[in-house]
Structure formats: C-alpha cells, structure tokens
C-alpha cells in the first residue's frame, strides 16, 4: 500500500518578502489590501523581514501613493444650454457636477493626510509598522548585533558581483537580504523550506505568471543550506500564501494579477502575444502575410551573407 503524499503545512515554509511586493498594498483595490494584510498579521511567525526591506518601502511610499493618484483628475462643472436647465435631469446633472467636485477635494485632503501623517491615517503604514517592528528570531532590526555580520557579508559578496543585485546599483540592500535569508535557513530548527516574493529581477526571472531563481543563488542555498531543502522564487504573494495553507480569496488573487501586470519591469522576460483579426484568422489571410514577411526576411539574411 501506497504512503499517502504529506501535505505541505505552514511548518514546512519560511517567506521573505520584497519591497516591490510590501507597497502594492497601495497599489491594490482596499478589500484585498486589508484581507491579504490581515493574513500576514496571523502568520507572521514564518516572515523573514529586515530593517533594510523597511527602509526601502519608507523611502518610496510617498512616491507610490502619489504614482497611485496621478490619474485622478479634477472633475469640471460644466454649464448646461438655458434651453434644458429647467428639466429634472439638468438640474440632478448639475447637483451631480458639484457634488463629485467636493468629494473631488475631499479625497485630495485625505491623501495629504496620509503622506503627511502615516502613523494616524495610514492603515498599510500601522500594519506594516507592527510587522517590522515585531520581535522574532526572523527579524532583523536594531539593535541587534548580527545585523553587523550580516553586513560584513553582504559587502563581501557584492565586491565579488555576486547575486542579487543590480549591475547599476552601488547599493547592496538585496545582498543584505539575501545573507540574513541564509542566516534564518540555517539557524531554522524546523528545517523548512524557504520561498522569496518578488518582481524586480534581483533573484531571478519572471516570464508571465512563471518564475525561475536565478541559478547561482539556488547553488548557493544548496551549498550553504541543505541540498534536500527547497528556495523557489514567485512574483506572486498568493502563491507564498497557499504555500501555508491559507485559502486566498480568487478575487484577491486575480487582484493581484492586475497590478503585477502593471508594474512587471520591462527588463522582466515577457511572453509576446500576436493578435489576429478574426477575419484574417477564418479566411488564411494571417498565413499568407506572414509567409510574405519571412520570405522576404530570409533574403535578406541572405543577401547580407554574401555582401559580407
């Protein structure tokens, strides 16, 4: 008789999460923000987080926000005809006019609140506060002293060029995160395996919704860790999420869909769609157009061939 296949549970994983990935909360529509945050608040004894991972969502919050904002645009009152101004809807129209205007500065004094004042009138800012300030073996914060080590490390391995990092960059905050997810694989007593959410290129490549660990970070997790443990990389924080067990809503998810699709870097692997009018599908005229442009491309390789 066949052993039953073990079901992967909660002990058997650690996340770490990016910064990219902390501010889509802003990026988000509320319902999903506040379920998924309200779930990180339950299982954040299994998040591997750092001061640097904080510092850099500080550092760009404001900026988010104000990126999130950039197509709200004033609404106009508009004067109506004389002619019709006396009907029913004019007049509701008109109302109408006014009141979005109003509700229009509203919004705008509320936003400033939530720059000026996060600790009052943001939400995601309180939450992710408490996150990053928790105690935990999984948490590096001040004023603990590994965060020296951890350091000594990270400048090591960027000197070296090693992975994550950017080849523009003189900053080695993703070498810091990346020793201190070593550091918590290693002195982890459950021995789980670990999962990193991000989407900005630094632990691998992203090609649609699949996600490949760049291949040296995956021998060195290998080597440093444990060859039997797993390090898988996805853009999505709902996959991390079902890696624990939790029942993450499907429009949470197909949320979240949306605005990895629209913050995906352009130096991200991308899959390329062609599309096809459904006429030129039905009758061939998409095949013969695309022979025609092949052809033609071949003879040219062909004649730069021979010049060459």
């Known amino acids: 008789m066949k052993k039953a296949k073990k079901k992967a549970t909660q002990s058997e994983w650690l996340i770490f999460i990016d910064t990219n990935v902390f501010l889509d909360f802003y990026r988000l529509g509320e319902a999903s923000a506040k379920r998924t945050l309200e779930t990180l608040k339950q299982h954040d004894v299994v998040l591997i987080t750092t001061d640097q991972v904080w510092m850099e969502f500080l550092k760009n919050r404001q900026k988010v926000i104000l990126d999130t904002i950039k197509n709200l645009t004033k609404p106009t009152e508009q004067a109506l005809p004389s002619a019709v101004s006396y009907f029913k809807a004019a007049k509701a129209f008109s109302s109408n006019q006014s009141k979005s205007i109003e509700l ?88 789980r395996n670990v999962i990193i959410v991000s989407r900005d290129g630094d632990y691998g490549l992203t090609r649609g919704q699949d996600t490949f660990i760049n291949d040296w970070l995956q021998m060195e997790f290998k080597e440093r860790v444990s060859r039997k443990r797993k390090l898988e990389l996805t853009s999505r924080l709902s996959v991390a999420l079902k890696k624990i067990d939790v029942q993450v809503a499907a429009k949470d998810v197909a949320e979240e869909d949306r605005v990895a699709d629209e913050t995906l870097p352009e130096l991200v ?16 005229e998409w095949q013969r157009r695309f022979q025609e442009a092949f052809s033609k491309l071949m003879i040219e390789n062909s004649a730069a061939k021979s010049k060459a």
Do not use: H, M
């Open 104 to 191: 229009y500065k509203k919004v705008i004094i509320v936003i400033e609140k939530i720059l000026k004042n996060p600790a009052r009138y943001d939400a995601v800012y309180r939450d992710l506060n408490k996150l990053f300030r928790r105690n935990s073996e999984l948490n590096l914060k001040r004023p603990d002293k590994k965060r020296y080590e951890i350091r000594r490390l990270a400048r090591k391995r960027f000197s070296l060029g090693y992975p994550p990092r950017k080849d523009d960059t003189l900053r080695f905050g993703d070498a810091i995160n990346w020793e201190w997810i070593i550091s918590c694989a290693n002195a982890d007593v459950k021995k």
């Open 269 to 284: 692997a991308r899959p390329t769609r062609i599309r096809i009018p459904a006429s030129q599908f039905e009758s061939g």
